[in-house]
């Protein structure tokens, strides 16, 4: 690819994980195709608009939910890659980046139903907007399709303007609730405030509400009380296929839309949902010894005769608590092992077949292919942290 040298305007939130992991992926990006230069106040939106249009750039990286910045920003009469989820229709100028929000729903419905839950919530934004909506339909759907009869709340906001009015409101939601509860929290700022209102409630996290939120903002999520399981979304990639776009939008008598999906990566288990809501002390037995023994090939067999029992009567108390078989819970633990493995180290395939005691390459190719619908190399490609 040729070298570019454009002029770039990083609208972005640096103090928080989301907007410095995307623009690294930007960073990245540059150093391969540029060099780009880069105009990264974080306060000049108001005084020196005219001073950034003198500068000339080629567009501008907007992660900011203010009307106010995104009008100024249009002004620019610039290609605009932006993240404004709260007012997307009424900049329909500017290229997207969005999260895969059906994907996000499932991993968190899966991660919920994993764990036994028969009662489940979810926790929107507090205002209006189409990608919390999106993660709730999902996580609502795959609910559904997947218990035979769930119990599953919305929480509807008040439009109340203040945190510590509605606070209460939402603490009262908490406490009708049937007990243990799963709540999907839309992001990890709606999943502290959820916290914060179970505290307020005096509501045990998570014995009797586990919460998940999304995104992964690794000060945020430490700093709640207890601290807050999240869902990995990977914004640096986002941020590399960003500047991809920037590229393409720069050229002479370029046209059409771009649009980034932020594909979410796993779920990192912190304190808030460290539990699983199974009541058979038997399948808890069990599952621990799966999870202890992921880099093995653990047969039905073995899960039976560790705790002492035949193995059809073992697949008959899975079925009642969590409506899967011994087998493809075993399955689904090792596969989770081999995601992360490809995500979070550079092994090769030999190497992770040896870590998961698969006995060839052709083993584990079409064991990951059977249970996630790719080849692992494509699913390293898309993921790759």
């Not at 079409?366 to 790759?384: A, D, E, V, W």
Request: proline letters at 4%; a neutral charge; glycine letters at 4%.
């Amino acid at each position: 690819m040729e070298k570019e040298n454009l002029r770039i305007i990083l609208l972005v939130e640096l103090s928080r994980p989301i907007g410095r992991d995307l623009v690294r992926g930007i960073i990245r990006y540059s150093r391969l195709y540029g060099p780009w230069s880069f105009y990264a106040e974080q306060l000049w939106i108001k005084d020196q608009i005219n001073k950034v249009k003198d500068w000339k750039a080629d567009a501008v990286v907007v992660h900011y939910d203010d009307e106010n910045v995104l009008n100024k920003v249009s002004e620019l009469n610039i290609p605009t890659i932006s993240t404004n989820g709260f007012h997307k229709d009424k900049f329909p100028q500017f290229n997207d980046i969005t999260g895969n929000n059906f994907q996000i729903g499932k991993i968190a419905a899966e991660y919920f139903l994993n764990r036994g839950f028969k009662n489940f919530a979810y926790c929107g934004a507090a205002l209006p907007t189409s990608w919390s909506t999106q993660r709730a339909a999902s996580f609502k759907e795959h609910i559904f399709d997947k218990h035979n009869n769930p119990t599953f709340s919305d929480w509807i906001s008040t439009d109340i303007p203040k945190w510590d009015l509605e606070q209460k409101t939402m603490a009262q939601w908490l406490l009708s609730l049937p007990k243990p509860v799963a709540v999907f929290a839309c992001n990890d700022e709606r999943g502290q405030h959820v916290l914060n209102a179970c505290r307020l409630a005096d509501i045990k996290v998570p014995f009797e509400v586990a919460v998940l939120g999304v995104d992964n903002d690794d000060i945020l999520c430490n700093l709640s009380d207890p601290p807050l399981s999240s869902i990995v979304l990977n914004f640096e990639k986002a941020g590399f296929q960003t500047a991809q776009a920037i590229s393409d939008l720069a050229r002479p008598g370029a046209n059409g839309k771009k649009e980034i999906t932020i594909e979410p990566v796993n779920v990192i288990t912190r304190l808030s949902t460290d539990i699983t809501a199974i009541e058979d002390k038997t399948v808890l037995s069990a599952l621990n010894f799966i999870k202890k023994n992921a880099d093995k090939a653990v047969q039905v067999s073995d899960v039976a005769a560790y705790i002492g029992m035949t193995e059809r009567g073992l697949q008959k108390k899975f079925h009642k608590a969590l409506d899967t078989s011994v087998m493809k819970e075993i399955n689904r633990v090792r596969i989770d092992e081999f995601c992360d493995l490809l995500v979070k180290t550079d092994l090769t395939l030999w190497e992770i077949a040896g870590k998961l005691g698969f006995s060839s390459f052709d083993n584990i190719s079409r064991f990951f292919q059977s249970q996630i619908g790719m080849p692992p190399t494509r699913y390293r490609k898309l993921h790759k942290l």
